[in-house]
């Protein structure tokens, strides 16, 4: 079992991490290198009246900075896909279907449990935003995404509006709270480049997740079928 599940993990991270690394290369690291003109004082912000007519030459491509980008990613999304097979392989025992259709829905909510609920309330930052305490909004992301996977899991398995409506519970009640915040809302970075990074890590998420999950369900019922045929032979 951990043979199985430890190889589907493997070859589905690596598969979704490095098209999802080159997707983050080409559509948001070129917004965050803008940003960091800003908050480096490169680029100076003046709202309606601002001077700045074109944009700004980026640095290119570096292959020590992206190689490593590309292998942290592939790790990273290596060890999505360990805790999304060992739900899978749970799911499975109580007669679930997983394979690559399936494996679709499985995607969609897990990127709503680690980018969608967190980031309604907490939206993604570039550089040189005002922002709250660091570790507040790490013990909040995580219990965040803790409520947003419970609720994704009764949502799936439960079979009563008891477990349903827990489920809505776990969902509203970290933003029902609220994330932690500054006391002002301030930067050199112009709202637009902020909102497009938002916009493009979230689709972006949304494009590793379902990647994710399309390629875990199809290793693991690939496994799952040389599992049993060895086990007849």
């Known amino acids: 079992m951990f043979t199985r599940l430890l190889t589907s993990a493997l070859f589905a991270g690596a598969a979704a991490g490095l098209i999802i690394a080159l997707l983050q290369l080409f ?36 292959a020590v900075r992206d190689g490593l980008s590309i292998v942290f990613t592939m790790l990273i999304y290596s060890g999505y896909a360990m805790v999304l097979v060992a739900l899978m392989s749970l799911a499975e025992t109580r007669g679930a279907a997983i ?10 909510a897990g990127f709503v449990a680690v980018h969608l609920a967190p980031g309604f309330t ?15 909004r790490q013990v909040w992301w995580f219990a965040t995404v803790l409520t947003a996977a ?8 439960s079979r009563n509006w008891a477990g349903w409506g827990a489920a809505v519970v776990l969902l509203l009640a970290p933003h029902v709270i609220g994330a932690p915040e500054p006391e002002v809302f301030t930067g050199p970075v112009p709202t637009e480049i902020g909102a497009l990074f938002a916009s493009r890590a979230l689709g972006i998420g949304l494009a590793a997740w379902v990647m994710l999950g399309a390629f875990a369900g199809f290793f693991w019922s690939r496994e799952s079928e040389a599992a049993g045929q060895t086990q007849t032979a």
């Not at 259709?101 to 499985?106: D, K, M, Q, S, V």
């Not at 419970?150 to 398995?157: D, P, R, S, T, V």
């Open 150 to 157: 419970i609720a994704m899991w009764l949502i799936a398995f």
């Open 99 to 108: 394979n690559a259709r399936t494996g679709l829905i499985w995607g969609v």
């Open 122 to 136: 907490l939206a993604p930052e570039v550089p040189g935003v005002a922002a709250a305490d660091v570790y507040e």
């Open 27 to 62: 559509f948001v690291q070129p917004v965050l290198l803008h940003a960091e003109l800003y908050e480096g004082g490169e680029l100076v912000h003046f709202g309606s009246d601002s001077n700045v007519t074109a944009t700004p030459e980026l640095p290119g491509f570096d």
